[in-house]
């Protein structure tokens, strides 16, 4: 491995998923954790990463005229890392039938249970959210609506009850506006964790992402063993180098 380049591609995937490839925004994450001492199990992963956007290049994001209201979309995989056992927190915020925001990675510190970890995703989320508000602002268009969107009714009543903060003194609480919604229809899941292939096709529809079905129908669709390789593979892989 000490003769691949294995920065490079991965610099350039995060440069693909950042501009309009949210559906790879979790899998580019995993392999961006060992820029410093890959392993081959990761370069393998990488590979198969070129290839799904080789066979899927004409996918694209596309915005039509629908609903004009930023709708935000949050999810979090409690202890995700095999390695630190810190979080992985992802949100997607869509505006006229697209996704316009997103973004997957580890939380700093390690949570100390699943209402922490989802309300720090939240939160981020809603970060995010008011800023693309100011933002549409001051292009003009008025959004005064603020609405996440997430599967947890413990995180929503701990937002809307402020009884409960000297429970969390170690968490900044502040004034969210959440709903509850179906897993099925979170749309940030494709943020965080492994999923379905159907789901992973529904998922990008609802970003916006024009999805060509036959990709689907071939079969070439092997994502989530890809990923899951990964995961298992990187603890055996710091535990050698220990």
Request: with cysteine; aromatic share 12%.
């Given at each position: 491995?000490?003769?691949?380049?294995?920065?490079?591609?991965?610099?350039?995937l995060?440069?693909?998923?950042?501009?309009?490839?949210?559906?790879?925004?979790?899998?580019?994450?995993?392999?961006?954790r060992f820029?410093?001492?890959?392993g081959?199990e990761?370069?393998n992963?990488?590979?198969?990463i070129l290839r799904y956007l080789?066979?899927?290049?004409k996918?694209?994001?596309?915005?039509v005229?629908?609903?004009s209201?930023?709708?935000?979309y949050?999810?979090?995989?409690m202890?995700?890392?095999?390695?630190?056992?810190k979080?992985?927190?992802g949100?997607?915020?869509?505006?006229v039938?697209?996704?316009?925001s997103?973004q997957?990675?580890?939380?700093?510190y390690?949570?100390?249970s699943?209402?922490?970890v989802?309300?720090?995703?939240?939160?981020?989320a809603?970060?995010?959210?008011l800023w693309?508000?100011?933002?549409?602002?001051?292009?003009?268009h008025?959004?005064?609506?603020?609405?996440?969107?997430c599967?947890?009714?413990?995180?929503?009543?701990?937002?809307?009850?402020?009884?409960?903060?000297?429970?969390?003194?170690h968490?900044y609480?502040?004034?969210?506006?959440l709903?509850?919604?179906?897993t099925d229809?979170?749309l940030s899941?494709i943020?965080?964790?492994?999923?379905?292939?159907?789901r992973?096709?529904?998922?990008?529809q609802?970003?916006g992402?024009?999805?060509?079905?036959n990709y689907?129908?071939?079969?070439?669709?092997?994502?989530?063993s890809s990923?899951?390789k990964?995961?298992?593979?990187?603890?055996?892989?710091?535990?050698?180098?220990?």
């Amino acid at each position: 491995m000490s003769k691949v380049l294995y920065s490079f591609p991965v610099g350039s995937l995060m440069y693909t998923m950042i501009c309009t490839r949210p559906d790879i925004a979790y899998v580019v994450g995993v392999v961006s954790r060992f820029l410093s001492n890959p392993g081959k199990e990761h370069w393998n992963v990488v590979k198969w990463i070129l290839r799904y956007l080789r066979e899927t290049a004409k996918w694209c994001l596309c915005f039509v005229n629908g609903d004009s209201m930023l709708l935000g979309y949050a999810d979090e995989n409690m202890a995700g890392d095999v390695n630190s056992r810190k979080s992985t927190s992802g949100y997607l915020i869509t505006f006229v039938g697209g996704a316009v925001s997103w973004q997957s990675k580890l939380q700093k510190y390690i949570a100390l249970s699943i209402i922490e970890v989802e309300y720090i995703t939240a939160a981020e989320a809603f970060k995010e959210r008011l800023w693309m508000k100011k933002f549409l602002n001051d292009l003009g268009h008025d959004v005064d609506d603020y609405l996440v969107n997430c599967d947890n009714q413990s995180v929503i009543h701990l937002a809307k009850n402020p009884m409960f903060h000297s429970r969390f003194r170690h968490m900044y609480i502040c004034k969210l506006k959440l709903k509850k919604i179906h897993t099925d229809f979170k749309l940030s899941d494709i943020m965080t964790k492994t999923i379905p292939t159907k789901r992973v096709k529904d998922h990008c529809q609802g970003a916006g992402i024009v999805v060509h079905t036959n990709y689907f129908e071939r079969g070439r669709f092997v994502g989530n063993s890809s990923i899951i390789k990964v995961d298992s593979h990187s603890s055996e892989h710091a535990n050698s180098n220990t």
